[in-house]
């Protein structure tokens, strides 16, 4: 079964060019030309990807993205925005809004064919997919791969595939610092490129989810001109870090109740 490609693009000459293309190269795709269809057609054929241009119709690709990330039903559906948006700014807010990676126009057809079959590699929707199996733990931090959950300080923790697969990198060589290029090729499937803030944006989710202080980070730390490393405590340092997570967690819970 081929996998199902929905792409969202509202211009006919690149919409027709890219779908071509990737029907030569074995998958199906589905076509939208606005965000409300898309949304539509999201939902209606649950594809195992979509292609989501930013500059649509209707509903923008961005509040798009958001949208079909709170829906349950396409929550964990891999997103690739395409767009002639290439900005730091602009790629902020599309990881940001739920996008897993972001190829900026003009593109190479090949180039969009890697990403694209690097997501499927890494998404539970696809027959490509090819999951952790292990569960891999270090002191107070467990990672869970069926459930994409992390225990950490003996409490679960819902992350994205993503944020899963990076933590998942790091925690295999926790104590050393991890270059850009390593965790590109790890976590998003490709060869890197010069630009690095799709890691630093996801290392940001991360904090706020696993840091006492996301500002003042003391377990993912950053090694300027490096790369990032996962510092895990030692028995004898959990005592007085416990009191801690639990302080900043319940401060995360009043937070969002209020």
């Not at 998958?27 to 057609?41: N, P, S, T, W, Y």
């Not at 923008?60 to 997103?79: F, H, K, N, Y």
Request: charged share 30%.
């Amino acid at each position: 079964m081929k996998p199902g490609i929905l792409l969202i693009e509202d211009d006919a000459d690149m919409r027709d060019l890219v779908a071509g293309h990737l029907e030569h190269g074995g998958f199906a795709v589905h076509r939208a030309e606005d965000g409300i269809k898309g949304q539509a057609l999201a939902m209606q054929i649950n594809p195992d990807l979509i292609l989501l241009d930013l500059m649509l119709p209707k509903v923008d690709g961005l509040t798009l993205c958001q949208r079909l990330r709170r829906d349950e039903r396409t929550a964990s559906i891999p997103i690739l925005m395409i767009t002639a948006l290439g900005g730091t700014k602009d790629k902020v807010s599309g990881f940001n809004s739920g996008a897993d990676d972001y190829l900026t126009k003009p593109f190479d057809l090949e180039e969009l064919v890697v990403r694209v079959k690097a997501l499927l590699r890494r998404s539970e929707h696809s027959p490509l997919a090819s999951k952790h199996n292990e569960i891999l733990n270090y002191g107070c931090l467990t990672l869970v791969p069926e459930r994409f959950e992390a225990i950490w300080f003996d409490q679960p923790v819902r992350l994205t595939h993503l944020e899963f697969e990076l933590l998942h990198c790091l925690l295999q060589r926790h104590g050393q610092t991890v270059s850009p290029s390593l965790i590109l090729k790890e976590v998003w499937g490709y060869e890197p490129d010069d630009d690095i803030e799709t890691i630093r944006v996801h290392v940001r989710h991360l904090r706020t989810k696993l840091e006492p202080d996301p500002r003042k980070p003391r377990f993912i730390k950053t090694i300027y001109g490096a790369g990032y490393c996962l510092e895990l405590p030692s028995d004898e340092q959990l005592a007085d870090l416990i009191p801690m997570v639990q302080e900043a967690r319940e401060r995360s819970e009043s937070a969002k109740a209020s």
